[in-house]
């Protein structure tokens, strides 16, 4: 099943990638409703890099998900589009989940840019649940994200929240 959604940001497109790039907003947009704890590499980098990474998920902090491979790619296609176009690939999976993946787009316009979460998931019988969390989860985050931008990218002092 597939999930879209998308939002505009009043910010400039390079200075959303440039944050998209740290699993510190990764972690802040998802908090508190996911929590992750990096297993391999054992602390999470500065920066992403193409590479797969294995995380502990929890629900709340407090109903254990199981291990998740994050399996990450970046395109910049601005030259093949002709204007700017980014997308950060997450091409995951796990035990229980075997397809999660993730497409985050960002695309310069009049105003900023827009934001778009796309994700296919696979999961055989509970694959509707999946996807009905997953939706929850991406409009979530993108609120998040929204008032991060509106904030200047400043993280409240208390991490996470």
Excluded at 44 to 71: C, D, S
Excluded at 85 to 113: A, Q
């Amino acid at each position: 099943m597939l999930f879209q959604h998308s939002i505009e940001l009043e910010c400039p497109p390079d200075a959303l990638v440039e944050k998209m790039m740290s699993p510190r907003l990764f972690v802040h947009v998802s908090w508190p409703l996911l929590q992750f704890k990096s297993v391999d590499p054992a602390t999470a980098p500065e920066r992403w890099v193409e590479r797969t990474y294995v995380v502990r998920l929890w629900l709340f902090g407090l109903l254990p998900l199981g291990i998740h491979n994050i399996v990450l790619t970046c395109r910049d296609r601005s030259s093949e589009m002709g204007k700017f176009w980014f997308e950060l690939r997450d091409n995951g999976y796990s035990k229980s989940i075997p397809k999660w993946d993730h497409t985050m787009t960002v695309r310069k316009n009049s105003t900023g840019c827009s934001y778009t979460d796309s994700v296919e998931i696979k999961a055989g019988i509970v694959t509707p649940i999946i996807w009905a969390f997953a939706s929850v989860l991406y409009r979530y985050r993108q609120r998040r994200l929204k008032r991060l931008v509106q904030n200047g990218f400043v993280f409240p002092a208390l991490f996470g929240k």
